[in-house]
């Protein structure tokens, strides 16, 4: 009846799926957990591969790195059951009831998001933009995100139907981190499919140090680029591309590529400190996506 999926890359999810598996078998519902490592040649892999005697659990190791994208449509395509649930490998169940949650709310929908939180204080301060970032962008209510259908949907922590999810599946063209779930929620969008929005969170658990976090910012962006490129999706699905295309339309996108150049570093210093400012976060993600070359 249910398919875990887990794509992991250097990172102990033993823990995460001793508690799904507990909770399902508690059910009583017929299930798998699938785990798949992309290829990360982790030495936490040791670790994971006790799954593989954990009862209706498996972790498998990629030999060659094929991206999130990818990894979430192999799994997906080697599940056997009709509901795939994904989640992040570094995601923590905070409900013990978090199963069930699902399965009362499987039958009307094909699609069903729980959302996802942050805990409310982190140990170090080089992790203090991710998580800020996290706390007050992401973490959004149900009745928040009902507001927002689609844009707030995400795949961290996400049920759908197979039969929906064989219809779109993730862009396997991007390779690097970011917005695989943008596209993915913005074809949703276009999409006949019954979107449901629940309170059935899981715990971001690995906090990015902030300097990791920009790299990914900015990989995110080059795809994002990408995407529109293609006209892949609607610059009004996303306010950061619908500026952009204002910039570019007003012939101002390369003053602020310019800008980008010449205070990304000053930006940069602020972003890395205790107390970094997600006004100028947003101001740094807008003049580097103005400042990648187009050609």
């Not at 982190?122 to 149900?142: A, F, I, M, N, P």
């Not at 929620?185 to 715990?203: L, R, T």
Request: net charge positive; proline share 2%; charged share 25%.
């Amino acid at each position: 009846m249910l398919s875990i999926l887990i794509p992991v890359y250097n990172y102990n999810v033993f823990s995460l799926v001793e508690e799904l598996a507990e909770q399902c078998r508690f059910t009583g519902i017929s299930f798998e957990i699938l785990c798949q490592d992309d290829a990360s040649n982790s030495v936490l892999n040791k670790e994971n591969e006790k799954i593989n005697a954990l009862q209706n659990c498996s972790f498998v190791s990629l030999e060659k790195n094929i991206g999130l994208s990818s990894n979430r449509n192999l799994l997906a395509s080697k599940a056997q059951y009709e509901n795939l649930l994904f989640i992040d490998g570094d995601s923590i169940i905070i409900n013990p009831n978090y199963i069930q949650n699902y399965l009362d709310n499987i039958q009307d929908s094909d699609i069903v998001y729980g959302g996802r939180i942050h805990p409310e204080n982190v140990y170090s301060d080089k992790q203090k933009l991710r998580w800020k970032y996290g706390r007050l962008v992401e973490d959004k209510t149900v009745s928040q995100r009902n507001t927002a259908l689609y844009k707030t949907l995400m795949f961290n922590n996400t049920l759908i139907k197979k039969d929906c999810f064989s219809k779109i599946k993730f862009d396997s063209n991007l390779i690097k981190y970011g917005h695989e779930d943008t596209l993915f929620a913005y074809q949703v969008s276009q999409s006949d499919f019954k979107v449901k929005h629940i309170e059935n969170a899981i715990q971001h658990g690995d906090i990015d140090e902030n300097l990791i976090y920009i790299s990914k910012v900015k990989n995110s962006l080059e795809n994002l680029l990408i995407l529109d490129r293609k006209k892949q999706i609607d610059s009004d699905f996303l306010k950061i591309l619908k500026v952009y295309h204002l910039l570019k339309r007003f012939k101002l996108r390369y003053p602020a590529g310019l800008f980008f150049k010449t205070f990304n570093a000053l930006i940069l210093k602020q972003l890395n400190s205790k107390s970094p400012s997600l006004r100028l976060l947003n101001i740094y993600k807008l003049t580097y996506l103005c400042s990648i070359k187009t050609n």
